[in-house]
Structures are given as C-alpha cells and as structure tokens.
C-alpha cells in the first residue's frame, strides 16, 4: 500500500483472537467498518488458555542459544518442556533450520533490539483500549515472581535482563532469597531457594478479555461472523475477493489475515514466503489454598502460573506440530509433574478446563505485521508467545498503517516480505 491508493472503507479482517479483534478495534477508530471472520469463534486459538502475560518487560526472541544447547535428546522427549515430533515433516525441518541460524547471541540481540520500541508501547495499547470503552481490565501485578531451585539456575535470567537492558529495554526486578520469596507468595514451596520479582507487569483473564473485545467490536457497529472457514483470496484490483469453504465469495476494499498458526496458507500467495510454525502450548487450572496475588513463573521448568478466580492456570511446553492435532495428555502430565515440587498447597490432580493452542512462532523471533505484495492485503501474525501482550498495539499501528498508507517505524522490522 502506498499514500496514493484510496483509504479503504469496508475491511475483512480473518480471525477472532487477541490480534485480529485489536487490529478490528483500531480499524474502527480510524472510522472504518469491519467484518471479522473466524473459522471456529471469538478466541478459539491461542487467545483462550494461554497464560494471559502483559509483560512487555520480558517480551523477548524465542531464537536463543540456550534452545541449542538444550539439545536434540531433549526436545525428542514427550517430556520436554520443548517438543519436536522425530518424524518432523519437511516444513518443519525448514522452520527448525531458520530458527538454528537465528538462534545465535547476535541474531538475538538484533530482534530484540527489534522489538524494543513496540514493547515501550504494549501497556499503552491496551490502556487505549480501556479509555475507549472495552470493559475488561487489566491487573497490575502486585508480585511477578520468577523463582528457581537455588541461586545458580537464577543467573540465567539475570544474564537475560542485562542483554535485554543492553538492547535499550529496561525493567525494575529484585532479587529475592527463596525465604522472601516465600513471604511475597506463600504458595511457593520449600524447594524454592532463590527468585527474582519483576516490577511493572500485568496479567489478564485471556479468555475474558478477547471476549470483552469482540463485545465492544460489535457494540461499534463491527460484525463477527463465526464458523466462517476461509480457503482463498483473490485481489480483484480495488477489490479483494474472500472465498469460504462453502464456495461462497464476498469482496471488501482490503483484508486483513490474523489467523495465527494458520497464517502462512493464505498469506503465501501473497509474497509471504516465511514459515510461521506452530509452537502448541498446554494449560489447565488447579485448585490451590493460596492464590498467587500476581503471576508465577518457574523459567527452568518452562511452566508459567496465572491467577483466575479462585484457581491458578498453569501454562507450558512448546511443542512444533501440525495446529489441529489433538490434544496430548502426555505434555498436560509433564507441566503438572515439573510444577508439583515448587508449589505448596496446588491439587495438581484436580486439573480442569486442559487446553492446547498453537502459536505462530517465526524462525527469526519476530512477527509479520504490515502489507503484502497486494496493496489490500495485509497480515498481523507471528508473534509466538507474545501475542497477548503486543495484540493491541499490533492492531493501532497497523490500523494505522492502513489508514495512511504510511508504514510506522516500529513495524519496520516486522515486514511479511522479508
């Protein structure tokens, strides 16, 4: 899209979750209508069970060294808090190679500084959504605890925010003895012998809020369609036809793909050649005689914990598989095994509402936000595992992006071209 062509007016945007009902929203700001199409419901994909982070802070390139040195026995096993299938399809094989030569200190480095100007403004995206009407909130984390066996384990994240803070990207924690741990969050264990709080976080109920979203969408006059499978697009020349699974078709002035793992089917014919993996993370809520007052996360375990209510999600595992494949209870037992030891008073076996959703994870760590080879389609996916936190802001700057037909630089890095 360039500043010459003609500001759309009537916009598909394909997909219900956190990203897609943002960019909807904003879209709506700019005085456009939206007709929003899932092919499920409203936060059916990664939106729903995830752990609901708005951590900015710590919103980092999933490409690290350390997932090489984890090695290949370890991501084999249907154990790990990493997964990969031994039969992996040729697809992934091309994935999982971009995603080794990205996985270097300096490749990490420059997507993190990358993401460092649209991480300053993820709180503020949701703050203008709040100033404008949605009525789900979000909370400021009274504690944000990252807590470990001993001290050694520690060294790993304390690493991590000096190269964070060492890419322009500052974040107040302190360090804390697994005794003060312990007094800040009473449901941590004994085995807890070292921690780190982070300041200035939030968290959300996912589910709650996405559909808080599409409610105040609609309330603008949007239209959310659900069960809506789309299986083509076809830019007509000022026009971008969709077709449903059905055969129907129905033209808008441009279209938006915020499809999440499913993004590549139908951004492809657009000039989006890079792979946007599925990475299916697993959740399920527990019963637990103290509720956290704020997120918990235990980093060697790879398991993250979220108050709701009266019950704490508890959230891990990266497994690299097809989206739609079922539901593993292997990986459900594996996230509740390696939390049993560092949390006291938690039903582990009292387990409900277990999930798993795919997120579109990228092999360089950075998402796809901006305009294809077609001047009317545009995408809005890719974030791996920080969809929620960077939706908002995802959707205002390309709401924008569209509005003006002028590229803002935040999202520069993140071109689907590259």
Known sequence: MTSTTPTPDRIAVIGAGMVGLATAWFLQERGMSVTV??????????????????????????????VLRYGLRAVLSPASPIYVPPSASPRLLRFLTGFARHSTAARWQSAMQALVPINRRALAGFD???DGGVAARTVEAKSFLAAYRDATERTVLLEEIQQIDAAGQHIDFDVLTGAEAREVEPSLSDDVGAAIRLHG??????????????????????????????????????????ETAGGATESFDAVVLATGAWLGELARPFGVRTVVQAGRGYSFSVPIEHVPS?????????????????????????????????????????????????????????????WVGARPCTPDGLPLVGATASPR????????????????????????TIATGRRPAELAPFDPLR
Not at 212 to 237: F, K, M, Q
Not at 381 to 397: A, D, E, K, N, S
């Open 294 to 354: 704020g997120p918990v996360y235990f980093p060697a375990q790879r398991v993250a914990c979220t108050p709701l209510g009266d019950r704490l999600r508890v959230a891990g595992m990266m497994e690299l598989r097809t989206p739609d494949a079922p539901l593993d209870p292997r990986r459900i037992q594996a996230i509740a095994d390696a939390a049993r030891p560092l949390l006291r008073g938690a039903d582990l076996d009292d387990r409900t509402d277990e």
């Open 128 to 130: 203008a959504l709040t």
């Open 37 to 66: 199409l899932d092919r499920r419901s409203v936060a059916a994909g990664s939106s729903w069970g995830n752990a609901g982070w708005l951590t900015p802070g710590i919103a980092t390139p999933l490409p690290e060294p350390a």
């Open 201 to 242: 976080q939030r968290f959300i109920d996912p589910g709650q809020y996405v559909h808080s979203l599409a409610d105040s969408v609609r309330e603008r006059g949007g239209e959310i369609r659900d069960g809506v499978p789309i299986t083509g697009l076809r830019d007509r020349g000022g026009r971008v036809e969709i």
């Open 377 to 400: 389609v545009f995408v809005a996916g890719g974030h791996g595992m920080w969809g929620i936190t960077l939706g908002p802001i995802t959707g205002q700057l390309l709401a924008e």
